[in-house]
T-cell receptor, first 107, second 116 residues
């Protein structure tokens, strides 16, 4: 399965702090993607990192990928209340999601 | 950017009736679309892969006759929940892949189905 498993399941921080979420997967992947979901809404694609990349940046997002450990991390810097959402990772062609990390950023 | 329109955003129906949910790719063609359902505070569960012009591929445990999928064109896939029951109440989301967005998938905004 290319399902990702995120941890922690819940994370609560203060505005301005950084938030780090982790993702582990079991099978080989061509790429790994991170998504966010606001409550009761669809998912929004955040960033994709390919299997031959180790780190990728997009605005306040930084994603790392360690294929030897089959893990990835998503770092959100200088968090804002609007970042409050659930975050999911998934791999490659068939998107199968883990339970996600529910991030709460307190103003 | 790639946009997927899902309709309706919410629907309430009576037990025993059928409900159709539409998923449209507005500015790109999608040979493949995916249907998910999500229970409160749970992850998205992949139900089926919808293939344009051919039969959908269902995940294990998903009833084909219960959840009818039709992908008649490159921009439209529909999910019909037949003979709905209260346990079918859930949040249904579709997604499609637009290769123009670096292999990312675009999701619809979801449909909240409540069966009473």
């Amino acid at each position: 399965s290319q399902q990702g498993e995120e941890d922690p399941q819940a994370l609560s921080i203060q505005e301005g702090e950084n938030a780090t979420m982790n993702c582990s997967y079991k099978t080989s992947i061509n790429n790994l993607q991170w998504y966010r979901q606001n409550s009761g809404r669809g998912l929004v694609h955040l960033i994709l990192i390919r299997s031959n990349e180790r780190e990728k940046h997009s605005g306040r997002l930084r994603v790392t990928l360690d294929t030897s450990k089959k893990s990835s991390s998503l770092l959100i810097t200088a968090s804002r209340a609007a970042d409050t959402a659930s975050y999911f990772c998934a791999g490659s062609e068939k998107l199968v999601f883990g339970k996600g990390t529910k991030l709460t950023v307190n103003p | 950017g790639a946009v997927v329109s899902q309709h309706p955003s919410w629907v309430i129906c009576k037990s025993g009736t059928s409900v159709k949910i539409e998923c449209r790719s507005l500015d790109f063609q999608a040979t493949t679309m995916f249907w998910y359902r999500q229970f409160p505070k749970q992850s998205l569960m992949l139900m089926a892969t919808s293939n344009e012009g051919s039969k959908a591929t269902y995940e294990q445990g998903v009833e084909k006759d219960k959840f009818l999928i039709n992908h008649a064109s490159l921009t439209l896939s529909t999910l019909t929940v037949t003979s709905a029951h209260p346990e079918d109440s859930s949040f249904y989301i579709c997604s499609a892949r637009d290769t123009g967005v670096d292999y990312g998938y675009t999701f619809g905004s979801g449909t909240r189905l409540t069966v009473v």
